[in-house]
Structures are given as structure tokens and as C-alpha cells.
């Protein structure tokens, strides 16, 4: 009954988690935003939700693009009433040459739609969301924020900036009525990480994650990381001196 008649906005609704979790809370009979850049993936997507039982708009907006964004949220509260659930879930691995060698505009690009496209969401949800008292907020962060890891730098920078920015905000609106939920998955079979030569450990099936994020949202859970064996070693890996952490990490190649 979570998801009946809420009012959901979702970013990065175009492909792999995203679409996914849209078409699992339409069936749950919500009203879904949708937005993303390709305006002719959303369109079918609305015309699934909608089949398969939820109400949805959709948004071909790029999450950096602050006006817009703002626009996307207002259409959608005026035809609606509310927004009670944000999910920012935009995001790019920006796993190519010029953000591995450091070129400074690809860095830019995905800390930019990472975790100032995440900003923008939620600057354009939340006072409404303060002054109804209710509300939740979440963010699809990553295991990768944890600690930097190699040939990961913008990735790894986005991520942990996106949980740390949602973590203080949670401490500033949580006794206002509103929830922040911070989900840090591991690695999900999607098209980001699609293409990738070497074995990412603990590779999770797209549709075998999608109840984990349902649930940390269901029970507006603070943090919620998974597959828990990679979550148990990150958390681990959290605690090492650098030396140590230095000699493990980065062995990794699973960027690669
Ligand atoms: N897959 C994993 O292993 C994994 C693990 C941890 C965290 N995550 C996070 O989960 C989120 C979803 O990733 P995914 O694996 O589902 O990847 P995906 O299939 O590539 O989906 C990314 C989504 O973000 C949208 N997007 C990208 N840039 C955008 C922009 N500038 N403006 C608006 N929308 C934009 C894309 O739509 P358009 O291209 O149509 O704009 C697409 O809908 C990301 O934040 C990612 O970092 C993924």
C-alpha cells in the first residue's frame, strides 16, 4: 500500500535502474514523473507505467539544467497536487579516456550530472515538501563513494558528494517532515556498466536489485547499501590506513 496514490519524481526514468523502477511502482498504482534527455524512451516507458496500472508524465529535460528542472517538478505538482517521493537517479559512469586522463570538463560533466543534476532536484521538490511537512527524498548514490577508487575519480568524487550532500541535508529536514533516503548499490547489470571487459565483483541481475531499492524507500530507511557481501567489504575498506587500502584498491580493474 506504500506506493498507492503517492506522487513520485524520478530522474534518469530513461533506461536501466531507472525504468525499472518506474514500471515496478507504476504496478504499485503510483503517479510517476519521468524525466530524462531521450524524449522517445520516456514516451514508451509513460505508456507502460500507465498500462500497468500508475498514472505517468514524462519530462525530456537534461538534470543539469536547473530552470527546467524546476518547471518539470511544478507541472507536474500543479496537475497533481504534491510531489511526495524524489528519487535523483540521473547519473553517468563517465568511464572514457578524457575523464580517466582528467580532462577538466569531463570531470565536470559527471560531477555536474551527478551531483549537481541530484541538486537540482531536490532544490526544486523540497520547499514545497517542507511547507506540506512530508516528503522524501533519495538518492541513488554508490558503493563508490565510500572511498576514491581507481581510474574513478569523477565517478567516485559525484558519489561520495551526493551522499554527503543528501546526508546534511537529511540532518536539516528531517524533523520538518521530510525523509532522506541515501541507497548506495554495488554493481547492477545496466548500460552503464555494459561493455566493461573485466569481472565486476559481485555483479547483481538489474531485476534482482529492484526490491532492494523498493524497500529502503518503502521503510524510508536512512541508508541502504547492497549486494551486502560488496557493501561488508567497502564498509571494511572504509576503516584501513592508506597503505593498506592503497595495496588492495588499486589492483581493481573492474572499470576496465
Ligand atoms: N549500474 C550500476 O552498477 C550502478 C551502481 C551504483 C549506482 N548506480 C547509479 O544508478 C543510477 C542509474 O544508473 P543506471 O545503471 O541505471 O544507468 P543507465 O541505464 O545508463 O541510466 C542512466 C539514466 O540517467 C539518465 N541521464 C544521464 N544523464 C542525464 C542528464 N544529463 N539529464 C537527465 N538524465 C540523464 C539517462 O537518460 P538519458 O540518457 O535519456 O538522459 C538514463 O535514464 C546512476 O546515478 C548510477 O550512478 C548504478
Redesign the pocket.
Known amino acids: 500500500m506504500f506506493w498507492k496514490d503517492k506522487i513520485v519524481f524520478l530522474?534518469?526514468?530513461?533506461?536501466?535502474?531507472?525504468?525499472a523502477l518506474a514500471l515496478e511502482i507504476a504496478k504499485r498504482g503510483a503517479t510517476l514523473g519521468l524525466?530524462?534527455?531521450?524524449e522517445g524512451?520516456?514516451k514508451e516507458l509513460a505508456e507502460k507505467c500507465e498500462r500497468n496500472g500508475g498514472k505517468a508524465r514524462y519530462f525530456a529535460?537534461?538534470?543539469?539544467d536547473a530552470n527546467a528542472v524546476t518547471n518539470a517538478t511544478a507541472s507536474l505538482r500543479n496537475e497533481f497536487g504534491k510531489i511526495d517521493i524524489l528519487i535523483a537517479?540521473?547519473?553517468?559512469?563517465g568511464n572514457n579516456a578524457e575523464t580517466r586522463s582528467l580532462n577538466a570538463e569531463a570531470v565536470a560533466k559527471v560531477i555536474n550530472?551527478?551531483l549537481l543534476?541530484a541538486v537540482n532536484a531536490v532544490s526544486a521538490v523540497l520547499p514545497a515538501m517542507l511547507k506540506n511537512k512530508s516528503g522524501q527524498l533519495v538518492a541513488?548514490?554508490?558503493?563508490?563513494g565510500f572511498r576514491g577508487l581507481p581510474k574513478s575519480a569523477a565517478?567516485s568524487a559525484s558519489?561520495a558528494g551526493m551522499t554527503a550532500f543528501f546526508e546534511s541535508v537529511r540532518l536539516d529536514v528531517q524533523s520538518k517532515g521530510v525523509a532522506v533516503t541515501i541507497i548506495?548499490?554495488?554493481?547492477?547489470?545496466?548500460?552503464?556498466?555494459s561493455g566493461r571487459a573485466n569481472k565486476?565483483p559481485f555483479l547483481m541481475e538489474l531485476e534482482d536489485s529492484i526490491p532492494l531499492f523498493l524497500k529502503a524507500i518503502e521503510r524510508r530507511k536512512k541508508f541502504a547499501a547492497f549486494p551486502w557481501q560488496l557493501a561488508s567489504i567497502v564498509r571494511l575498506g572504509r576503516i584501513f590506513p592508506a597503505w593498506l587500502y592503497d595495496r588492495i584498491a588499486r589492483r581493481a580493474s573492474f572499470r576496465e
Do not use: H, W
Not at 89 to 93: E, K, L, Y
Not at 140 to 144: D, G, Q, R
Not at 184 to 193: A, D, E, N, V
Open positions: 530522474t534518469g526514468a530513461s533506461s536501466g535502474i531507472g525504468e524525466l530524462a534527455r531521450r524512451l520516456l529535460v537534461d538534470v543539469t537517479n540521473a547519473g553517468i559512469g550530472i551527478n543534476g541513488i548514490s554508490s558503493l563508490a565517478y558519489k548506495q548499490p554495488g554493481f547492477i547489470k545496466t548500460p552503464l556498466t565486476m
